[in-house]
């Protein structure tokens, strides 16, 4: 039972921390390459794209989606897409793909006259499942060393994490008044009926 409590508990803290990993804003310093649109037909990954852009058909099968290519730097590709989030889940509250769009290609640049922006992006790229992470803003610094603090990453996970103890010390306190006590005193009742009857097994043998 041990392994099977443990197994349980990772595996729950797998999923809170893939599910934060993907939610939270993450920036990345990059160069934009390159602005396009492209027909996107969804199957089997259509979990990881958002809604159709707000004011659109959502009963499509397929939709034009933006796409930004980047250069990180480090010299990574990175390909972002571009899309609303409207009110629905993240909650980035996200309207402005056009306009989005339409910065991206402005600031585009080559690589001997590097134009370098922080992209902020919620989401994970797998090549092999056709995922993007999507883009929610974008901004233009001088130099690819600006050095980004994550305040409101750091915000939510300190909220989250006094929720959790908040949580566990109450669930502590319930079982030690409620439940502790019930079992003490089971355990005290199973170990009285097994004296009972070991004495009574004896009486029996003499």
Known sequence: MGYIKWALMIT???FVAAFFHYTLPQHDVARITDT?????DFGENSLFWASADTGNATT??????FFIQTRLNTEEVMVYRNEDTGWGWPPYFKFDTTNLQAEASDLRSVAETPQWVVIKH????NEFMSIFPNAVS???VDSPDVRIIPWLNIVILLLFVAFVWAIWVRWRRFREARIDPVLEDAGDSIANTSDGVKQWFGSWRK
């Open 60 to 65: 499509t099968a397929n939709r034009d989606v």
């Open 138 to 140: 974008l901004r233009a």
């Open 122 to 125: 919620y989401g994970w790229r």
């Open 12 to 14: 729950f803290w797998v």
């Open 36 to 40: 396009y649109e492209k027909r996107i």
